[in-house]
């Protein structure tokens, strides 16, 4: 069955960087790309960003240009998203999820809590 | 950026009741707007695409309706494994991705 297994929570200072994986089982990880969502505590959803898995090619949300990279290793089936510069608004649950290939996100990770906290 | 207002903020009803949350985007999407659940401390679920479209295995007391700037989704008898967090969210900007601020469904 398909599966997105992520990374555990981290506590990271104002400044650090976070680099949160997402692994993939349970089906051909290049046919779907990646993409990335967060929740800030009381807040809604926010999409971070996508990937694809195929070439590597990416699109960010624009409020997070220049901060966030994301990749993955296709070898391991795994995603990454590194978020740098980290503030304290960044504390949020960040999910990853796979892209049934209209953009839409069908299955999800269980979610990787970041606080960024001093 | 698209901007996506979701009303109301919370929604009350009981069990059995018929409830409506409303979606109203900035400009057009056309019909590329979809409904998710989520629940606290589980991973959001797609319910609706294209608007109107139930996702796989979506009981059929979920509708959704609209297109263009208003969109509405439709839960026709809630259930107690209904009462969670709805958020809509376009996708005809690309690259620009957004999500409503969320319509909460308590009893």
């Known amino acids: 069955q398909v599966q997105l297994v992520q990374s555990g929570a981290e506590v990271k200072k104002p400044g650090a960087s976070v680099k949160v994986s997402c692994k993939a089982s349970g089906y051909t990880f290049t046919n779907y790309p990646i993409s990335w969502v967060r929740q800030a505590p009381g807040q809604g959803l926010e999409w971070m960003g996508w990937?694809?898995?195929?070439?590597?090619?990416?699109n960010y949300a624009q409020k997070l240009q220049g901060r966030v990279t994301m990749t993955t290793d296709t070898s391991t089936s795994t995603g990454y998203m590194e978020l740098r510069s980290l503030r304290s608004d960044d504390t949020a649950m960040y999910y990853c999820a796979r892209d049934r290939g209209d953009l839409l996100s069908d299955f999800w990770g269980q979610g990787t809590l970041v606080t960024v906290s001093s | 950026e698209i901007v996506l207002t979701q009303s109301p903020a919370t929604l009350s009803v009981s069990p059995g009741e018929r409830g409506t949350l409303s979606c109203r985007a900035s400009?057009?999407?056309?019909?590329?707007l979809a409904w998710y659940q989520h629940k606290a401390g589980q991973a959001p679920r797609l319910l609706i695409y294209g608007a109107s479209t139930r996702d796989t295995d979506i009981a059929a007391r979920f509708s959704g309706s609209g297109s263009g700037t208003e969109f509405t989704l439709t839960i026709s008898s809630l259930q107690s494994e209904d009462f969670a967090v709805y958020y809509c969210q376009q996708y005809n900007n690309w690259p620009a991705l957004t999500f409503g601020g969320g319509t909460k469904v308590e009893i």
């Open positions: 400009q057009s999407v056309g019909s590329k």
């Open positions: 990937i694809s898995t195929y070439n590597g090619n990416t």
